[in-house]
């Protein structure tokens, strides 16, 4: 196989070349080749490659180069594949000089895109009305910024259709107000107005994107920089919200704005910093399941699932632009991946898809042929009934790579499991529990009248582990799946009795 491209931009391109694919390469061939004044240079990264250089024009070539092989809950694989980058003018990421002068064009823009009128006071007032202390302020013009219809998470439209539906360009905070309608940074930057408007320190703040890259701090690329958040002063502290994200709730910031470099914009310059990472408790899963064992071994029996904060965006996200029906099969097929093989699920009802500040609910009926193993008289009995989301990331000794989740987690269910009339427990597993200073798991059975109730939480406080801690996570996650694993033997009352 054999293929060629080229990549032709009026402003910067890309200006990396990737040199590991997915494919061992027999050869593969680069040039970089540009115009105009700006000196360009370049460096390699995980690689002994050597361009070579002639007047406009960079060329590289290689033979037999590796596939490059990933690995389970890695980091953005561009951050460990080989590359060259090539960067225009000077280092600007180690210019503190080009950075200042960005900033000051930057903020200069977007202080006069958020400016200072009549009708964005009005309009703070009127959200905020009969609100006195000033955070349930704030959570008013929140909501009321949210009240925008948000163009970005809607179906990309042709010039034809913006003339037909004559939707207009926002050039400003105020053309939001009256237009009714923008994308999601129209919609950050109304919001910051409407801030500033009721006395609030507010800044637009520039973010990265960390579900392609980890950006280090001051990185050489403006473009990466490629999306905004706000900054608002609360009570002496600093609170980063995401009011242009759809459904995003107040005080949260979609997972990939936060744990990554940013660039505020302050008065008449700007101020580098890390959006801080959500903690555990800003991506909450509960499940309960109401569970009856037949004596053949099927399972039969209705799970509600409870997403919040976090975890409840994202599926409200991923189910924009789907219908009921399309909703429907991805929760039941979600559920699925948690059950045994077998699993038969339906969806019963879901609720609270468009209401951002309340958790999504989900109820499925379920059946499991087969989910107890029949030994003569006994029955074993799996009492952890959901299976790890993790259950093949830690099987290798060694590992080359960091261990990254895209944001810490909290999972907590209960199963109750009643018992085939005539049957009783002969014994329970015992009950494990695992507490890290990056992780938490319980997991625990115990009898209810003629029931089984297992309860288990797993607790996961960060996202990224370097590979000198791949023994511990190993670890940890070992007892989380031996626990999950865990069986309660069952027998009849008769036998028990003696």
Known sequence: MEYKFKLHSKGVP???WILEHELYTLKQRFAFKYSGPADVHFEVSGAKADPVASKGLFELEMNNVPAFE???????????????RFYHGPQEGA??????MQATGLSAMFNRI???????????????????????????????????????????????????????????????????????EDITIFFVALARAAGFTANVVMTTDRTESLFPRNHSYPGYYESIIAAVRLNSREMYLDPGTRFCPFGLVRWFRTASPALELRGAGGTFFD?????????????????????????TGTITVRYEAGEALEHRLMALGSDEAGRKTAMADELKQWLPEGANVALQD???????????????AIEIPNYASVAGKKLVVPTSLFQTRQKTAFQAAERKYPVYFPYAFSEFDVVIIELPEGMA??????????????????????????????????????????????????????????????????????????
């Open 114 to 184: 958020i400016g200072e009128n009549k009708e964005i006071r009005n309009a703070a007032m009127e959200a905020s009305q009969s609100a006195h202390e000033p955070e349930e302020v704030l959570r008013r013009l929140y909501a009321r910024a949210q009240q925008v219809r948000n163009l970005s998470y809607e179906h990309e439209r042709t010039e034809a259709e913006l003339k037909k539906e004559e939707l207009k360009e926002n050039k400003n905070a105020l053309d939001v107000l009256k237009h009714g309608y923008g994308t999601r």
């Open 425 to 498: 427990v002969e014994n329970f597993p015992t009950a494990i529990e695992a507490k890290l200073p990056f992780a938490e798991y319980r997991n625990s059975s115990k009898m209810a009248e003629n029931r089984i109730v297992t309860t288990r939480s797993l607790l996961l406080k960060q996202y990224f582990f370097a590979t000198e801690k791949y023994g511990s996570i190993k670890d940890f996650f070992g007892q989380v799946k031996t626990g999950d694993e865990a069986h309660a033997v069952l027998q009849p009352l008769v036998a028990a009795g003696k």
């Open 350 to 364: 879901s609720s609270n898809w468009e209401l951002a500040d309340q958790p999504l609910l989900g109820t499925f």
């Open 70 to 84: 990933p690995e389970e809950l890695m980091p953005p694989q561009g951050d460990y594949k080989p590359v060259v």
């Open 95 to 100: 210019s503190s000089f080009f950075w200042s």
């Open 14 to 16: 890309e200006r990396l």
């Open 275 to 299: 959006v801080p990472a959500a903690d555990q408790e800003k991506a909450i899963m509960l499940r309960q399941a109401q569970l009856t064992l037949a004596p053949d071994g099927k399972l």
